[in-house]
């Protein structure tokens, strides 16, 4: 069960390979090269004219919002993050790992022309000369969605900025955000990528009326920069799951879920059955709830409780996927809700005993189980879990 934590990834690169032996000359044939978009990191950047860095920091020397609302996003952590880098450190983890997490070659010790053999652990390693470990840390930065060949890329082309500028509104879209955000593959036959978010958005009843940036990045009217004039601005948070990450990330979002409880008689016979029905609707989110991570899922908790507080009943249902590691990576189960699916959770008991009783109801929203944070060591610290819906509901069991 060791492979488990690595539901990131799997697949077909096989096939590919198999083209490339054909092509390729003799003597170099056992250097496989790279082909997913994901497994080749945006190449070395220069510095935009006008800028002294690449760096985050020094974007936020002028774009103070902007900086200070990045900074709480997990695109700032995605470095950092101490799953992450557990991740990375086993021996299981291949470098292709990096490339969404820290997407600059400038970001990166290394460049990678391709496999031994096609053998994604034995990766052919060039030193960068270019590598900058501060950069490093800071994740998915500004320049990692804003820089490409030597300009700041934005979507309309300012010419008051003091840096060189491109105009490029094709680019900066949500095509971006499905770069990183959309990945399927089997890499090893225990390792598997899957992140659905840009193929469930596109299926999905929002695809050309929402997209990733209008749900994640609030539209607000500010300065861009002080002094400049307020026009519309774009929010940097990022808010998703709305789990925090240790202190760092508070995000501020609505949940996907809207809940519906239904109507609860309060006064009930001995004969009557205590029923509850819990409706959730997955009203606000353009794709699956929950959707990326596989390891992510939601839990519907009832117990009935009586007037000391004991259980007499409660039962529990999940939301979420579930994989099978070995001998084979495969997805067996996959109930997260659709966009606008909805469902009906039930609870029903038959009172034995007369009395006072509690319905107590919960929904809580996970990032990964408990085996996985501790196969990872992230301590008792590392959030988990939010509740996302808590109920107590009253009810009297008073005639024979
Ligand atoms: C010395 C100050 C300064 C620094 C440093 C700076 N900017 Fe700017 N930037 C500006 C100003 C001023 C504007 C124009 C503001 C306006 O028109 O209201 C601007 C405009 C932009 C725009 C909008 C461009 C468009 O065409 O719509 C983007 C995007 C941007 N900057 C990103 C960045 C990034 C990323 C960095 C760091 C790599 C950065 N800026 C560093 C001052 C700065
Ligand atoms: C994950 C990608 C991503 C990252 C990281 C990112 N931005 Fe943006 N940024 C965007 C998108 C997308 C827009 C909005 C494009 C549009 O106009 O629809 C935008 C817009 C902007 C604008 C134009 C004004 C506005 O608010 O719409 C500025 C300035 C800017 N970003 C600065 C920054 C700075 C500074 C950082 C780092 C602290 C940063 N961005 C990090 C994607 C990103
Ligand atoms: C370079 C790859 C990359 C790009 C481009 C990118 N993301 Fe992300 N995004 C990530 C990674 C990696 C994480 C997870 C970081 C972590 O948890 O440590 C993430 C996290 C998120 C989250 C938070 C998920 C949560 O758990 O709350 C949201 C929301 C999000 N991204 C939206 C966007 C949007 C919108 C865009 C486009 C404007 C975008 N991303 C562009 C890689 C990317
Ligand atoms: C109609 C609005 C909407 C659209 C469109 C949308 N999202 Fe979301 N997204 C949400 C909401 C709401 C949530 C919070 C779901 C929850 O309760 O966990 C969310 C959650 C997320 C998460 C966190 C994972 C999770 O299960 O909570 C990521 C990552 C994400 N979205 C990325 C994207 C990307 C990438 C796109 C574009 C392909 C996109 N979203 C389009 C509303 C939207
Ligand atoms: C195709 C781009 C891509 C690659 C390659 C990639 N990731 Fe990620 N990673 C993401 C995105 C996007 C998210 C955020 C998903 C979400 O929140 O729905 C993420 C989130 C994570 C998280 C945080 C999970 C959480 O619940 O917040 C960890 C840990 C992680 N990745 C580890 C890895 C490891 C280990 C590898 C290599 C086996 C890897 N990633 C390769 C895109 C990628």
Redesign the pocket.
Same mark, same amino acid.
Request: net charge positive; proline share 4%.
């Given at each position: 069960m060791k492979k488990r934590s690595f539901s990131i990834f799997t697949m077909l690169i096989v096939t590919v390979l198999s083209f490339v032996r054909c092509s390729q000359p003799a003597e170099v044939s056992n250097i496989h090269p790279l082909t997913k978009s994901w497994e080749i990191a945006v190449p070395n950047q220069e *510095?935009?004219k006008?800028?002294? @860095?690449?760096? %985050?920091e020094?974007?936020?020397?002028?774009?103070t919002q902007?900086y200070q609302e990045w900074k709480m996003s997990t695109h700032a952590h995605a470095w950092t993050d101490l799953q992450f880098q557990a991740e990375l450190k086993k021996e299981s983890s291949p470098i292709m790992c990096i490339n969404c997490h820290i997407p600059l070659q400038n970001q990166q010790e290394y460049f990678v022309d391709g496999y031994v053999d096609g053998d994604i652990y034995q990766p052919v390693k060039r030193l960068n000369p270019k590598f900058d470990r501060d950069l490093q840390q800071e994740g998915i930065?500004?320049?990692s969605?804003?820089?490409r060949d030597g300009a *700041?890329?934005?979507?309309?082309? @300012?010419?008051? %900025?003091?840096?060189k500028?491109?105009?490029d509104p094709k680019f900066?879209s949500e095509t971006l955000c499905i770069s990183c955000h959309n990945a399927v593959a089997v890499v090893t036959p225990t390792l598997a990528c899957s992140f659905e978010t840009g193929d469930e958005w596109k299926a999905g009843p929002y695809y050309g009326q929402q997209n990733c940036i209008s749900c994640h990045m609030d539209t607000i009217q500010r300065?861009?920069?002080v002094?400049?004039?307020e026009?519309l601005s774009h929010r940097h948070y990022f808010p998703g799951s709305g789990i925090p990450k240790i202190d760092t990330v508070k995000t501020m979002m609505k949940n996907g879920f809207a809940f519906y409880p239904s109507l609860l008689e309060k006064k009930y016979s001995l004969s009557d059955s205590i029923f509850f029905k819990l409706k959730i609707k997955n009203e606000f989110a353009g794709h699956k709830v929950p959707t990326g991570d596989p390891e992510r899922f939601f839990i519907i908790h009832f117990a009935l409780t009586n007037k000391n507080g004991d259980i007499v009943s409660e039962n529990e249902y999940r939301i979420g996927e579930h994989w099978q590691w070995h001998p084979a990576v495969k997805k067996i189960e996959d109930n997260n809700l659709l966009p606008n699916e909805e469902r009906d959770f039930l609870f029903s008991y038959l009172p034995k005993k007369k009395g006072k009783y509690y319905l107590n109801v919960s929904v809580t929203k996970h990032r990964m189980d408990e085996k996985a944070a501790e196969y990872n060591n992230l301590g008792n610290e590392y959030p988990r879990f939010i509740p996302v819906f808590e109920k107590q509901y009253p009810i009297l069991v008073e005639k024979e």
């Open positions: *510095v935009p006008g800028l002294f @860095s690449l760096s %985050a020094d974007c936020g020397s002028c774009h902007h930065n500004c320049a969605c804003h820089v *700041v890329i934005g979507t309309t082309g @300012s010419t008051k %900025a003091p840096h500028t491109v105009k900066l300065e861009w920069m002094g400049y004039g026009k």
